[in-house]
């Protein structure tokens, strides 16, 4: 199911000297925080075997990426063993290559919209399954699919494996400016976020709200939406709160990680 990039360790000397200036503290924090997120996904069920991928700008770039290397799955991704790419293909800091998919979809997205710090995609059961569905994926119906509403793009055209940029810019083209979710039809979703905690947490309550879809859906009883202007309210409350929350949320995976699976730290 997976390809992997022909990339080559090309990195010339003044983008060697522009990798070595970034804040090293800053990137092991970013390291940190998105192994934690591959650990604690793989923990709720979110991975795929060793496909499925996480990125994340590097903190004061708008040149290099983290991504996952493939082979791995996502529990036994370190914060060492992420890959540093640039937008142009190249492994420049790492062993082992991406996903072709990984470095057509994120670097694409990560060059056509800036704003996107960390981009994180999945095949998770549950928001996956509404991917499968005609019509829009997400009702309006509970609290917590609240978060999402005025944020969502879907993607109606499957186009078979990305494994081009012009199927990166594709995807990247259903991006509005305020669309942080896209819904992939008979494919996934896609988290974009302006931090990695801000990313982790979305992709943590898109699987909850998309659970809690899938079970009222069970229930052969019509579902009671909630009205727009008090849907457009109460996701202009939660998004208020959102930053702070976020952050709250990952550190709190990186304190359970810490006990439980501490290797994740190196």
């Not at 075997?49 to 036994?76: K, Q, R, T, W």
């Not at 057509?104 to 095949?123: G, K, S």
């Not at 994926?137 to 109606?156: C, H, I, M, N």
Request: hydrophobic share 45%; proline share 4%; charged share 20%.
């Amino acid at each position: 199911m997976a390809h992997t990039m022909n990339t080559g360790r090309v990195l010339d000397e003044t983008a060697a000297d522009r990798l070595a200036a970034l804040d090293a503290p800053a990137v092991r924090e970013a390291r940190l925080d998105l192994a934690a997120s591959f650990r604690m996904a793989a923990r709720l069920g979110m991975g795929e075997g060793i496909c499925n991928h996480f990125s994340a700008m590097l903190p004061g770039s708008g040149e290099f990426f983290l991504v996952n290397a493939y082979g791995l799955a996502f529990d036994e991704i370190t914060a060492s063993n992420l890959l540093v790419c640039d937008l142009h293909g190249h492994v420049v800091q790492g062993a082992g290559k991406p996903e072709a998919t990984a470095f057509y979809i994120h670097a694409r997205v990560h060059l056509r919209h800036p704003r996107a710090r960390a981009v994180l995609h999945t095949h998770m059961p549950n928001a996956t399954a509404l991917c499968l569905l005609e019509g829009d994926p997400l009702l309006w119906a509970g609290q917590t699919a609240l978060k999402f509403w005025g944020r969502v793009a879907v993607d109606e055209h499957y186009n078979g494996l990305a494994l081009d940029e012009s199927e990166g810019d594709r995807i990247a083209a259903t991006l509005g400016d305020q669309d942080d979710i896209v819904f992939m039809k008979n494919h996934g979703v896609m988290i974009l976020g302006e931090s990695i905690a801000r990313a982790w947490d979305d992709l943590y309550f898109l699987e909850r709200a998309a659970q809690v879809q899938r079970l009222a859906a069970c229930m052969n009883r019509k579902i009671k939406p909630i009205a727009p202007d008090i849907a457009a309210r109460t996701a202009a409350q939660m998004m208020a709160q959102d930053p702070a929350s976020a952050r709250a949320h990952l550190d709190s995976v990186r304190r359970r990680l810490m006990r439980s699976e501490p290797e994740f730290s190196q």
